[in-house]
């Protein structure tokens, strides 16, 4: 089942900006060839300023941790969290048919 990856990045200021994007391209076009990788968007925060979301579908998580796993990626992402002095952010999400699904293999309270 296909999975969606939310990725978050917040960071200030034009001069950031210009130095963050090359780097964010670049991860965006890398992760397009990817194994697994099936679509991708990029998202600017229209009432928090600085905030920016990719959220990218992969076919597995196996797929996305393959990604994010590699060196190629580490080395780029390394470069970003250096400019943005923050860790980024990720969450993996799976679609939900027909509402929420429950869990059977947790205990019952």
Same mark, same amino acid.
Request: with cysteine; proline share 5%; glycine share 6%.
């Given at each position: 089942?296909? $999975?969606?990856?939310?990725?978050? =990045? ?6 950031? #900006?210009?130095?963050? #994007?090359? %780097? ?12 697994? +990788? ?5 998202? =600017?925060? $229209?009432?928090?300023?600085?905030? /920016? ?12 941790? =393959? ?6 990626? $580490?080395? @780029? ?5 250096? %400019? %943005?002095?923050?860790?980024?952010? +990720? =969450?993996? /999400? ?5 509402? $929420? @699904? ?8």
């Amino acid at each position: 089942m296909a $999975i969606e990856v939310i990725i978050r =990045r917040v960071f200030e200021g034009q001069e950031k #900006a210009r130095e963050l #994007a090359p %780097l964010i391209v670049k991860l965006r076009s890398l992760a397009t060839v990817q194994p697994g +990788y099936i679509s991708g968007e990029t998202l =600017r925060c $229209i009432d928090c300023e600085g905030e /920016y979301l990719v959220v990218s579908t992969w076919n597995s998580v196996e797929d996305w941790n =393959r990604w994010l796993n590699s060196e190629e990626r $580490i080395a @780029i992402q390394s470069r970003i969290e250096a %400019l %943005l002095n923050e860790k980024t952010e +990720y =969450r993996i /999400y799976e679609p939900l048919m027909g509402g $929420i @699904i429950p869990r059977f293999d947790a205990p019952v309270q």
